[in-house]
């Protein structure tokens, strides 16, 4: 052996030895954030269990992918419940002006669908967008303990004026349900519109909700409560992939 040569095996046994304190261990079973809470009941097992595969379904063109769309499954933005990485950020645009905010509908927004099956034209970010807001995949574990929050504990925490001081303030944001909504009569209601809880501004009332509408405008996969396919601009119209999805 040559000196430089033990030179570097004396500088790195040290470095592998302490390897071992680094190392972690898998976590017990009751610490997995993808497990299910406990005391479920067999019914409540099998809607985990079917959620969890629909989660993790790679759609395809002739399963209802698109015709536009952004990712091909909820678990490419979510990957293991978690968060996404920066290659599947999505875009959103739209337009302010003097008095309010334009989503430009009439040119694809407010979601930019940059992908698209086989024939059909994906969609380009139109001149007119001057508000470009670039959003990753959040974390979704937990939400089911979110929506199981009474409303009324969630307003109790309102403070739009930080009234107490700690320099956070927030209020509840208030939404219009869409027509395939049943709320239970304990929810609380403002003129005609109700507690938003999920998405990035809290724009989605429970997570039936939440969940159609990702999956329409992230994937183009259509459903009973939002059969519409998405505009698209550069075609002029909703032209669907006719698959019934």
Known sequence: ?????????????????????LLTEAPPPNQVLDATVEHLSPAQLAAHIAGDEGFGETFSSATGLGPIFNQTSCESCHPAEGRGHPSTNLIRFGRATANSFDYLLEQGG??????????????????EATSLSVRGGPLV???????????QIILAREDPHDA?????????????????????????????????????????????QQTVTAYRNDIGVTSEFEPEELFNPALGNRVGDNVPD
């Open 141 to 151: 574990v937990g939400l089911g303990l979110i929506e199981a929050i009474p409303d």
């Open 164 to 208: 107490d001081g700690d320099g956070i303030s927030g209020r509840a944001n208030f939404v219009a349900p869409p027509p395939y909504l049943t709320l239970a009569p304990t929810r609380v209601s403002r003129e005609g519109k109700y507690l938003g809880r999920f998405g990035r501004k809290a724009t989605a009332i429970d997570l039936l």
């Open 110 to 127: 407010p979601q930019l669908q940059d992908r698209a099956i086989p024939g059909y034209p994906a969609e380009k970010l139109p001149a």
């Open 1 to 21: 052996m040559t000196l430089t040569a033990r030179r570097v095996l004396i500088l790195f046994l040290p470095m592998l030895a302490a390897c071992g304190t």
